[in-house]
């Protein structure tokens, strides 16, 4: 097994003073040691009245106690094998000392009785906890960045995109009866290919049998990229005409005229069909919007955005020319990303923007936004991808802040520019990351 390094944050010593502190005063208790009228207040904060006054009722009359539910504990001895069985597992990222922990405890086991209740089989659905304190290696190992983090695995498979809905019985419950639906529509007619929505990406697998080796590769692809591709299949007769030499897979990009692609590798190994697969539904260039913002956002890296007009399909493709033309070696340490003008109002206004100057190009360094240029000069050789650099390397903040470097600079021009210099305006997408008042953050980000 590989060996894990020690978690260890800038925080970590302040975390652990404040822990004493808290044991010390008495200021947190341990959950289980909270009386039955202080764990209610805790709880009134968090859960919607009707479900707090069935908690309540199940205090008073005993039914229900903190601990109950069947939560699997996770350590470095356990966790690959608990998880790699799991068809899905939720694991809750937690440490004691954390107020916010404390209060999704006692939730958090209550979802996991009604949701065993409903998959009695323990390999289809997971609930699980790992005790960051105790295991740091294994909070580092999945870059727990705050407490508690909700954390959905399938088949062993870390997923993108954690758990960020209400913390309530109900809503988790939910959450994961939707993770257990099957992402695959079975089409009983191929002229119903004819008619798909190509507007969103769609992958369509034509198999011979349900009962195959390629399809469960399939099903299983599927199931972790169901968020970001329409999955559809089809079986014997109906997929015949389709499978000229054998079962295969294509991918219907969107746009009308958009031509087909198909997969050319084994069905049966999934590394390849994931790569394949993700490739195709994960485009380079995403759209942000209000409800994947704290995702995006929480991954930590600055935001090339293109501010365009919902209809301006152009601009976007240029863009998304540009970028994988310029930029592509740069995926993974900025987000690319496009955002409706009209949505994001506030931002433009940050950057002395509005809709009507769409489109617009700027970075938010989660510190400050800087604006490119204009858009224009996204047909001049490497201006982007420079543009990107000078972030990396300090220039666009030096420059904000001190007018243009000196090498930049003509005679003369130095002392003018450092006049008319300014500081950039503060990042607007920085007030999208996960909350204080909902989390408890471990580390900032560093200033660029």
């Given at each position: 097994m590989m060996q894990l390094t020690t978690f260890k944050t800038a925080n970590t010593s302040g975390h652990q003073r404040r822990r004493r502190w808290c044991r010390e005063t008495g200021k947190i208790q341990q959950h289980r040691n909270l009386n039955q009228h202080h764990y209610t207040m805790k709880l009134s904060s968090i859960i919607p009245a009707p479900e707090l006054h069935y908690f309540t009722l199940l205090l008073v009359t005993g039914l229900y106690t903190p601990g109950r539910g069947e939560i699997t504990s996770l350590d470095a001895g356990n966790i690959d094998d608990i998880l790699n069985s799991a068809g899905v597992a939720l694991v809750n990222f937690y440490a004691d000392w954390c107020r916010f922990s404390q209060m999704l405890h006692p939730i958090f086991e209550e979802a996991s009785n009604i949701v065993r209740e409903e998959y009695p089989d323990a390999t289809q659905v997971?609930?699980?906890?790992?005790?960051?304190?105790?295991?740091?290696?294994?909070?580092?190992?999945?870059?727990?960045?705050?407490?508690?983090?909700?954390?959905?695995?399938?088949?062993?498979?870390?997923?993108?995109?954690?758990?960020?809905g209400q913390r309530s019985v109900t809503a988790?419950?939910?959450?994961?009866?939707?993770?257990?639906?099957?992402?695959?529509?079975?089409?009983?007619?191929?002229?119903?290919?004819?008619?798909?929505?190509?507007?969103?990406?769609?992958?369509?697998?034509?198999?011979?049998?349900?009962?195959?080796?390629?399809?469960?590769?399939?099903?299983?692809?599927?199931?972790?990229?169901?968020?970001?591709?329409?999955?559809l299949a089809a079986?014997?007769?109906?997929?015949?005409?389709?499978?000229?030499?054998?079962?295969?897979?294509?991918?219907?990009?969107?746009?009308?005229?958009?031509?087909?692609?198909?997969?050319?590798?084994?069905?049966?190994?999934?590394?390849?069909?994931?790569?394949?697969?993700?490739?195709?539904?994960?485009?380079?260039?995403?759209?942000?919007?209000?409800?994947?913002?704290?995702?995006?956002t929480e991954e930590g890296i600055p935001f090339l955005i293109l501010f365009h007009l919902k209809d301006d399909t152009d601009s976007l493709e240029k863009f998304q020319q540009e970028v994988a033309r310029q930029l592509i070696s740069e995926k993974g340490s900025i987000n690319?990303?496009?955002?409706?003008?009209?949505?994001?109002?506030?931002?433009?206004?940050?950057?002395?923007?509005?809709?009507?100057?769409?489109?617009?190009?700027?970075?938010?360094?989660?510190?400050?936004?800087?604006?490119?240029?204009?858009?224009?000069?996204?047909?001049?050789?490497?201006?982007?991808?420079q543009f990107v650099l000078d972030l990396h390397s300090g220039k666009l903040h030096r420059e904000f802040h001190h007018g243009p470097d000196p090498t930049d600079s003509t005679p003369g021009q130095l002392e003018e520019n450092r006049e008319v210099a300014s500081s950039p305006p503060e990042s607007s997408f920085q007030k999208l990351a996960p909350s204080e008042t909902r989390y408890t953050i471990l580390r900032d980000r560093d200033e660029l």
């Open positions: 997971v609930f699980a906890r790992v005790d960051c304190d105790q295991h740091s290696d294994i909070a580092q190992r999945y870059r727990i960045s705050k407490y508690p983090t909700l954390k959905l695995f399938r088949n062993g498979m870390m997923m993108k995109r954690e758990y960020r988790i419950a939910d959450f994961i009866r939707q993770q257990k639906v099957d992402p695959i529509k079975e089409t009983v007619n191929l002229e119903e290919i004819s008619t798909i929505d190509r507007s969103r990406r769609t992958i369509i697998g034509y198999f011979e049998k349900r009962d195959s080796d390629n399809y469960r590769t399939y099903e299983k692809v599927a199931n972790i990229l169901r968020d970001d591709c329409v999955f079986f014997g007769d109906v997929s015949k005409p389709e499978r000229f030499s054998g079962d295969n897979i294509i991918y219907k990009p969107m746009g009308e005229n958009t031509p087909d692609m198909v997969y050319m590798g084994s069905l049966t190994n999934f590394d390849l069909s994931y790569a394949w697969t993700q490739d195709k539904c994960v485009p380079l260039v995403r759209e942000i919007t209000f409800e994947n913002g704290e995702e995006l690319f990303l496009h955002a409706d003008c009209d949505k994001f109002r506030h931002p433009l206004l940050h950057i002395q923007k509005t809709p009507a100057d769409c489109p617009v190009i700027a970075i938010d360094s989660f510190r400050h936004m800087y604006v490119f240029p204009e858009f224009s000069d996204l047909a001049v050789p490497g201006k982007l991808r």
